[in-house]
């Protein structure tokens, strides 16, 4: 199973211009890193996108089974049937992020805290240039 770490940046505290960042592991090796530009947006939409870059990366490594962690208590609850999708632009990520999933046998979503999340934070933040 691939464990994919994800997190989204946004350079302004509502709406501005965004980052990702992805560690893909497998067996607690990193097998690839992201740092990538996602347009502007919001934090949210980082976030999604983050998610959806992690799985489409993931893909590259033909694996049946990933899990994605994220310090997004929001994302993980709205894409764990928590949470309800209020925002018509998050519904949008929502239903790519269900679109790409359907390549794999098994996505699971996690929440981690923070500090567990160090390196795809600093990825996200690197592609803003915060």
Same mark, same amino acid.
């Given at each position: 199973?691939?464990? *994919?770490?994800?997190?989204?940046s946004?350079?302004a505290s509502?709406y501005g211009?965004t980052?990702v960042? $992805?560690v $893909?592991k497998?067996d607690?090796?990193t097998?690839?890193k992201v ?5 502007e947006?919001t934090n949210?939409?980082a976030e @999604?996108?983050?998610v ?6 993931a893909?590259?490594?033909?694996e049946?089974?990933?899990k994605i ?5 929001? *994302?993980?609850?709205?894409?764990n049937?928590e949470y309800? *999708? ?9 239903e790519?992020?269900q679109?790409?999933s359907?390549k794999?046998d098994?996505?699971? @979503?996690e929440?981690?805290p923070?500090?567990k ?6 990825l996200a ?6």
């Open positions: 199973m691939l464990k *994919i770490f994800v997190d989204g946004c350079n509502t211009d980052g960042g $992805v $893909v497998k607690g090796e097998k690839a740092s990538k530009n996602a347009g947006g949210n939409t @999604y996108k983050a959806i870059n992690g799985l489409k990366k893909l590259e490594f033909n049946d089974k990933v962690f994220s310090d997004s208590e929001l *994302i993980v609850k709205q894409l049937g309800k *999708i209020k925002q018509p632009h998050l519904i949008e990520l929502w790519e992020v679109e790409v359907k794999f098994e996505v699971e @979503y929440w981690i923070r500090e999340n160090w390196v795809a934070d600093k933040k690197r592609a803003t240039n915060l």
